[in-house]
């Protein structure tokens, strides 16, 4: 089975400018949550996406959103980019099993630099 | 609301060494526990993880127990390698699409 796969894993953006990533997640999964990774914050919680409804959500400002297709595949996106965006944004999948303890499975990443 | 504590690093051992990690968690409900490591550069893999109290997870020579009573799941390898040195997270999950992190804990492994 193939893993989670993020792309693109690493971008460069200015100040004021949008970016969208996006998530494949790993098949049959249908949760997929965003994290995001700084060396200062740690990893922190963006949203979760289940069946194509935001499920969860952390404490980010709005210009943090993201959506789920049909087909489970996800998208975030950040508008109007600030310097403290800059982070490893993390995807991960689960198959919302409690039967496997809800386990989550995250992708590479991808690197976001905004200069 | 739900936390995970993690021992401070960074840590750095000599080959062979034993080595710890402590993790302490408070949760409402009856979460799974998780450690996941990350090499530089990647993303977080799923080192080990356990669903009830008193299961162990183990997986390349590292193991933790769920320790209900202490609230605990510590991470212990009996001999490690320098290709161990990486970031390890604590981390728990009671609800199936948010999971709680730790702080990461830096080890390195010297020759």
């Known amino acids: 089975k193939a893993g989670v796969t993020q792309t693109p894993r690493y971008l460069i953006k200015t100040r004021g400018q949008q970016v969208t990533l996006s998530c494949s997640p790993i098949?049959?999964?249908?949760?997929v949550s965003w994290y995001q990774q700084t060396p200062g914050q740690g990893l922190q919680f963006l949203f979760e996406y289940f069946s194509e409804t935001q499920r969860n959500k952390g404490n980010f400002p709005g210009r943090f959103s993201g959506r789920q297709f049909s087909n489970s595949r996800s998208e975030m996106n950040v508008s109007t980019l600030e310097l403290g965006d800059s982070a490893l944004y993390l995807c991960?999948?689960?198959?919302?099993?409690?039967?496997?303890?809800?386990?989550?499975?995250f992708g590479e990443g991808s690197w976001l630099t905004v200069v | 609301g739900d936390s995970v504590t993690q021992m401070e690093g960074p840590v750095t051992l000599s080959e062979e060494a034993f080595l710890t990690i402590n993790c302490t968690y408070t949760?409402?409900?009856?979460?799974?526990l998780f450690w996941y490591v990350q090499y530089p550069g990647e993303g977080l893999q799923l080192l080990l993880k356990?669903?009830?109290?008193?299961d162990k997870g183990s997986n390349k020579g590292f193991e933790a127990t769920y320790r209900k009573e202490t609230t605990s799941f510590h991470l212990e390898k009996g001999s490690v390698q320098v290709s161990d040195s990486a970031v390890y997270f604590c981390a728990l999950n009671t609800n199936a699409g948010k999971s709680t992190f730790g702080d990461g804990t830096t080890l390195t492994v010297k020759p």
């Open positions: 949760a409402t409900g009856y979460p799974s």
């Open positions: 098949s049959g999964h249908r949760s």
């Open positions: 356990a669903t009830k109290a008193d």
């Open positions: 991960a999948s689960s198959d919302y099993s409690s039967f496997s303890g809800n386990t989550i499975y």
